[in-house]
């Protein structure tokens, strides 16, 4: 990895991160999910570990090993993951919802597992809305200055779609990813932008996900040495 000696910017800060994907259960055997690896996440805890950081990592079905020195909480659904990231947030300098966190539940869990029955097609499936943690989280801010980023895989005009959900969600950081043709999800490596709330734009040549966390940090330390 061509990076240079961490710098322990972030000694003495405490940083959440969420990773993964969450799911939603249908019932005991059953549910709504989604394809986030959650190696993202777990490059952004290991990074800010190794600039000194205090991390929380709230990890949602992920299955990767645990950082060493991270407080790995791990949840099942948004709900979850949500009460983690909320509690974890109280006393943080930063939050970073690298998470997949699912727009929609399903309106009712069957205790039971689902069965068909014999020439019945089944009812269409009901949800509802999960609540939005990043925009929450935003509009909060448990501390001052504390600094929020939010990820977004996006298709067609990327960046216009960011710029609106950066202002829509009320983060100070967005980082944009292109999707589509294997690109981002599940993959070793990841390309992207990070817009600013200060209308910045900061692109991240294609290369490992360690070093898009840099860069995330890089922005995130930034915006705590001018805090107030
Ligand atoms: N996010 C969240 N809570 C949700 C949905 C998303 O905290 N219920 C966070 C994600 O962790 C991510 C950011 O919001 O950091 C953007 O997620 P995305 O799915 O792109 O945003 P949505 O508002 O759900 O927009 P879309 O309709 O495009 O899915
Ligand atoms: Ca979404």
Redesign the pocket.
């Known amino acids: 990895l061509a990076r240079g000696p961490a710098r322990p910017d972030l000694a003495g800060r405490h940083v959440v991160v969420?990773a993964g994907g969450t799911r939603e259960p249908l019932d005991p055997v059953r549910y709504l999910g989604n394809r986030s690896s959650g190696k993202q996440g777990y490059a952004l805890a290991r990074t800010a570990l190794a600039r000194g950081a205090r991390v929380t990592l709230v990890a949602a079905n992920t299955g990767l090993p645990d950082p060493a020195g991270a407080d790995v909480i791990a949840v099942g659904t948004?709900e979850q993951l949500r009460e983690a990231v909320v509690k974890a947030a109280a006393d943080a300098d930063a939050v970073v919802?690298?998470?997949?966190?699912a727009?929609f539940r399903p309106a009712a869990y069957a205790a039971s597992k689902i069965k068909k029955q014999d020439g019945q097609e089944p009812e269409p499936l009901a949800l509802v809305r999960?609540?939005?943690?990043?925009?929450e989280i935003s509009a909060r801010r448990a501390r001052p200055g504390q600094v929020v980023v939010?990820?977004?895989?996006e298709t067609d005009d990327v960046l216009a779609h960011g710029r609106a959900?950066l202002a829509?969600?009320g983060c100070d950081l967005l980082v944009v990813n292109e999707v589509g043709d294997g690109k981002a999800f599940g993959t070793e490596d990841n390309e992207a932008v990070v817009l600013g709330a200060d209308g910045s734009a900061t692109p991240v040549p294609h290369g490992p996900k360690e070093a898009l966390a840099d860069q995330v940090w890089d922005l995130v330390a930034a915006r705590l040495e001018t805090a107030p």
Request: aromatic content about 4%; proline content about 5%; hydrophobic content about 55%.
């Open positions: 969420s948004a919802m690298a998470a997949a966190v727009d999960n609540p939005d943690i990043l925009a939010g990820f977004a895989a959900k829509r969600k």
